[in-house]
């Protein structure tokens, strides 16, 4: 089969390589689509501490079962079906509490397994045990299956972000996550949207999608004293930064009301983590503040649920397709700021 593998930090080489052996309690997929996500653009460039060169990495995935190994039960061949990458134990402290992606002994696809840049892969007998494996409903495309991956990071990140009725809701980043959040949000029932984007032509795409009530662009106005404007002076009661910025990090400490909620949604860069802010917001405002970076299996269950009710548009998002031989070039169009959600189809 044809493979994207990753050798070592930038040196990614597509190859003929054998088709995956299963053991006797694997399933054999035939991969359709996998999109680029930002973690995949950083392992390109810097490694990832789970993931052990040579590694086809890839983990925003959908394909069709094309071969099911004989002590398996319960999938037949020509399934379709997406895998959630990150696999619990379903042992350990976390998983006993139902806070799998926690999980102490988590292994991801494309990190500790090969992941979805070939045309096969192997779905690895741990992920089925737990529940990885979810059939794709009849009416949605295998390209928006994929993007059930990036919509159940964004589901357990305002469970735990706790949005409901009512709120209102900042949105720091219009990046392809940050256009998921907005729609979730509106569906979790925030009263009102409020999108920060630098970005103008990022803006302008996420207004027609995601239909932000309020769009605010920190380089020509005060966010912070935008948001007060919007929010009677309280804040926003809960406040989402979808980008991977220090700035956004300090800035949303001034965003959020008395007791609302702060979500760190997106990393920073490992050499740039520290953040600096004034305690005494956070002593005074008696707000909360989280970080929320996966997903469990029944996150993207619930995900491809929303997607099949047109609850969550995902298409649109997917700005360019290429195909396997390309990877390279899709994983810079990826990061260059030009694309949205790049597929790769093997
Ligand atoms: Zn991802
Ligand atoms: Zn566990």
Redesign the pocket.
């Known amino acids: 089969m044809k493979a994207g593998i990753l050798y070592r930090v930038e040196d990614l080489r597509i190859e003929d390589v054998p088709t995956p052996l299963l053991s006797e309690k694997e399933i054999l997929i035939r991969v359709k689509v996998c999109t680029i996500c930002g973690t995949d653009v950083r392992a390109y460039h810097y490694g990832h501490k789970n993931i052990r060169f040579p590694r086809i990495i890839g983990h925003e995935l959908s394909g069709e079962i094309v071969e099911v190994a004989k002590k398996v039960k319960d999938y037949k061949i020509g399934e379709r079906v997406t895998i959630a990458p990150a696999v619990?134990?379903?042992?350990?402290y976390?998983?006993k509490r139902g806070m799998?992606s926690m999980?102490?002994?988590?292994k991801a696809i494309g990190y500790h397994f090969n992941g979805g840049f070939a045309e096969f892969m192997r779905v690895p007998e741990v992920a089925i045990r737990n529940g990885c494996i979810n059939l794709i409903p009849d009416n949605l495309s295998f390209e928006e299956a994929a993007l059930a991956e990036p919509l159940a990071c964004a589901i357990n990140g305002q469970e735990l972000s706790r949005i409901g009725l009512g709120d209102t809701i900042v949105i720091i980043g219009a990046g392809p996550l940050g256009c998921i959040h907005m729609q979730l949000a509106k569906v979790k029932g925030a009263r009102k949207v409020i999108l920060v984007e630098l970005s103008p032509s990022r803006a302008d795409f996420a207004k027609n999608l995601a239909l932000p009530d309020v769009i605010i662009n920190p380089s020509r106005d005060d966010a912070v004293q935008k948001i007060k404007e919007e929010t009677g002076g309280r804040g926003a009661d809960k406040v989402i930064v979808v980008c991977s910025s220090r700035k956004a990090q300090e800035e949303s400490l001034k965003m959020v009301s008395p007791r609302g909620i702060v979500n760190f949604f997106g990393g920073l860069p490992k050499d740039k983590s520290y953040v600096q802010f004034n305690s005494n917001l956070v002593h005074y405002g008696e707000f909360y503040v989280v970080g929320t970076h996966g997903s469990a299996p029944y996150h993207n269950e619930l995900a491809l649920n929303l997607l099949s009710g047109g609850r969550i548009k995902v298409k649109e998002l997917v700005t360019h397709r290429l195909p396997l031989e390309n990877l390279e070039e899709a994983i810079h169009l990826a990061e260059s700021g030009k694309a949205m959600k790049v597929a790769v189809l093997p």
């Open positions: 619990p134990c379903g042992k350990c976390y998983c799998q999980c102490l002994n988590l």
